[in-house]
């Protein structure tokens, strides 16, 4: 039976954020064949071989869901595609960021979640050839107990060494598989000029000290949350496979 070749993108739902305090979510992992690059920096795949009469299946993941004080945040599920004789692919879900307290290390995923306002501790590893790491904080808390962004699919989460600006989530990934005008239309992605992204990490959060959370990174990535008390942890953003927000402090309101 003859072939069809089709290029394709597959996303994994966004992870949640830790509460109270917690950092930037990671966003799902990302896999194309559609222009240059895949997620993680690698170099896109090659288009799906396809053989007509056969069936196929695929799995759009969820984004994780929100968490009460203190937990880490949830990891999203996997997305997949399989049938036939293809090996099965699957865009690993974004990693949940760590809370405040007690737990403040972000979580593996298609890209990692970053580590909570609390102390040093590190972000979460990304899925190698799909999304990057989460930020990490190297310092230990002042007075304003700030969190790093979480990994998205085109760059990590950033790294904190202060304790008065949280950091961005990673950019997510441009592929242009849908136009501007079809990916509004159906919902997906974040229309950024003449590209569409995917895969955006959650911004950093902040507790006091006046300014804001930190920006998500473009791709469906959720601003970080300020005050206490706090916001509650945002749902990771639908149809973009983008992480959510850091939240805010207090854990007495979650």
Same mark, same amino acid.
């Given at each position: 039976?003859p ?9 994994g739902g966004g992870?949640s954020?830790?509460? $109270?305090g917690?950092g ?12 240059s690059?895949?997620?993680g920096g690698v170099?896109?795949v ?5 053989t007509?009469?056969?069936?196929y299946s695929w799995t ?5 869901t +929100?968490?009460?004080h203190s937990?880490? *945040?949830? @990891?999203?599920d ?7 004789s293809?090996t099965?692919i699957t865009?690993?879900g974004?990693?949940g960021?760590?809370?405040?307290t ?11 979640g970053a580590?909570g306002?609390?102390?040093i ?5 990304g899925?190698?050839?799909q999304?990057?790491?989460g930020?990490?904080?190297s310092? /230990?808390n002042? /007075?304003?107990?700030v969190s790093?962004g &979480?990994?998205g699919a ?7 060494? @202060? ?5 961005a989530?990673?950019i997510g990934?441009?592929v242009?598989?849908? @136009?501007?005008? @079809?990916?509004?239309t $159906?919902s997906?992605?974040?229309?950024s +000029? ?6 955006g990490? &959650?911004g950093g ?9 930190a $920006?998500? *990174?473009?791709?469906? +990535? ?12 945002? $749902?990771?953003?639908?149809?973009t496979g ?6 805010g &402090?207090? +854990?007495?309101v979650?």
């Open positions: 039976r072939y069809i070749y089709i290029d394709y993108l597959i996303v992870g954020a830790g509460a $109270a917690g930037g979510a990671g966003a799902g992992g990302l896999i194309t064949s559609y222009g690059l895949s997620g170099s896109s090659d288009p799906l071989a396809l007509d009469g056969t069936s759009v993941g969820n984004g994780g +929100g968490v009460v937990n880490q *945040g949830n @990891n999203g996997d997305s997949s595609f399989s049938g036939g293809l099965t865009a690993v974004g990693g960021s760590g809370a405040g007690p737990i403040q290390a972000g979580k593996l995923g298609g890209s990692g580590s306002q609390c102390c501790a590190s972000g979460g590893d899925t190698a050839s999304g990057f790491k930020g990490s904080k310092v /230990t002042g /007075t304003n107990y790093p &979480g990994g085109g760059a990590p989460g950033g790294d904190l060494n @202060n304790d008065t600006t949280p950091t989530g990673g990934l441009a242009n598989i849908l @136009n501007t005008t @079809n990916a509004a $159906a997906v992605g974040e229309v +000029g003449s590209d569409v992204y995917y895969a990490g &959650g959060s902040k507790e006091q000290g006046g300014g804001s959370g $920006a998500g *990174g473009l791709g469906g +990535g959720v601003q970080g949350g300020y005050g206490c008390p706090g916001t509650a942890p945002p $749902a990771a953003a639908a149809n983008g992480g959510g927000g850091g939240t &402090g207090c +854990g007495s979650f």
